[in-house]
């Protein structure tokens, strides 16, 4: 969601908080922020499956006026240009505010934005996400230090509604407990999530559950992962299924990540997944198995 609603929607403990809250002040109402995200891949199939390059170049501007304000989002992956969030809002109280534009979906612990993960990966089938994206439509979103909840009506491909219900409960210190749900034409989307944190430590877990509509793929992933974060390194070790209709076996994935903060805006860090089962691709007409992949990461935020 808008900017305002992603800080309480979306993991209170990023790599860089300090860093992703960063501003660059160009006027009284409008700020900028941004990120650029280096990567090395490498993934266990015949032949040559390794990449390096920009995984993804985001800028932001905030323009705030009050009661109104807005967010855009620009985003360069390494070939294309495009807009994520695109919103305006109104601020109808201090708690209760109705945005529009493309908005980012309420579902889903593990962020789209590199800066919101413990990890280079997600957590499930080839390394994707199982939550809607971005789409375009209004929300309206209702926020306080105990709880906040949130409802999005917005466009589908085929010209019908799409729906997003979504409530987090921060009530007590330290621990947090999301659910949401969305219902699509083509598909419909259960979503639990709770993280706690606690001396250093963050423990998440999640179970996501996705109906397709109109044909047999349905899926459901569960999460485990815990996070310890000690001066400026740390270390994140996630555990992962994902069943999916029409495969043989399940995602399994075992992942293990250590981190280090060079400075207030530049983290880097390594990881080793480990594909326990499932991990079949395409190599000509026939399928292959991975049985690892690995990744180095270099993220500078402003």
Known sequence: MKRQLIAMLVTGAA???????AEIVLTEDLALAGYLDMSYTDIDLPGDNSSAGISEFELD??????????????SYDGYDVNFETAIVGYNITDELSVSAGNILSYLGWETYDATGLYQFSYAYRDF??????YAVGAALDYVT????????????DNDKLSYEVAGKFTGIEGLTLF????????YETLNFWASFEVAGFTFAAEYVDTDNKGYDADKTGYLGMVNYTFDSFGITLRYSVE????????????????????????????????????????????????????????????
């Open 128 to 133: 994707s996400p199982l939550y809607p994206a």
């Open 15 to 21: 790599l860089l908080p300090a860093a992703m809250n």
């Open 179 to 186: 659910a949401g749900w969305a219902d699509d034409p083509y």
């Open 61 to 74: 501007f905030n323009y705030t006026t009050e009661p109104f304000f807005s967010t855009v989002e620009l």
């Open 243 to 302: 069943e999916t209709d029409g495969f043989a076996d399940d995602w399994e994935l075992i992942t293990i990540s250590p981190s280090y903060a060079f400075s207030d805006n530049l983290i880097g860090l390594l990881e080793l997944s480990l594909i326990q089962d499932g991990g079949y691709y395409y190599e000509g007409e026939s399928m292959v198995e991975a049985d690892y992949a690995f990744a180095a990461e270099l993220i500078y935020t402003f």
């Open 145 to 156: 230090d105990m709880f906040s909840v949130g409802v999005w009506v917005g466009d589908s």
